[in-house]
């Protein structure tokens, strides 16, 4: 496992990105919604950056996910917790890493269980591309193009950082 990337570089880089956007789409309390666990130390770090006023929330998308009956339930699956209404709220999303687009159409099936925002903006730290959705993020800290024997990963919460892992590592 090496290190691969400046964890400050890249929430520098979201930062600005959702602070753009924000001002883009005349957005001035958001609420965010971190997906477990990467996503979660990512939304609690950015919610303190960009100074919102409400805590941020936690999904654990265990029971969403369209390959559940295959893969089973994750053994730490911890009840999801949004400390706000999602109805017509903006939300940002955020999620550690995006590839297939398959966690985020979860997390989303999920939001709307609890009610339908006004929007929602999507924020990852790495894209590694490989879609199998049409989900794009708004804000990515850094897209990164993998070897088929390589994985990225985020590890933390303190301190956060991104390592590379070789297969089987």
Do not use: C
């Amino acid at each position: 496992m090496t290190a691969l990337l400046d964890i400050d570089q890249l929430l520098d880089q979201m930062e600005g990105g959702l602070r753009q956007v924000l001002e883009q789409r005349g957005i001035e309390s958001p609420v965010l919604i971190g997906i477990r666990t990467g996503g979660v130390w990512l939304a609690d770090v950015l919610s303190k950056r960009l100074g919102t006023e409400e805590p941020f929330g936690e999904l654990d998308i265990s029971f969403y996910r369209d390959d559940f009956s295959r893969i089973g339930l994750n053994p730490r699956v911890k009840p999801s917790s949004l400390p706000f209404d999602t109805e017509g709220r903006d939300i940002i999303l955020i999620d550690d890493v995006i590839m297939s687009g398959r966690t985020i159409r979860a997390a989303m099936n999920e939001i709307f269980d609890y009610g339908r925002p006004a929007s929602i903006i999507l924020a990852t730290l790495i894209d590694l591309g490989a879609r199998e959705l049409p989900i794009q993020p708004d804000v990515t800290g850094r897209a990164l193009a993998l070897e088929s024997h390589q994985r990225v990963k985020l590890r933390g919460p303190d301190p956060l950082r991104v390592e590379l892992q070789e297969a089987g590592q």
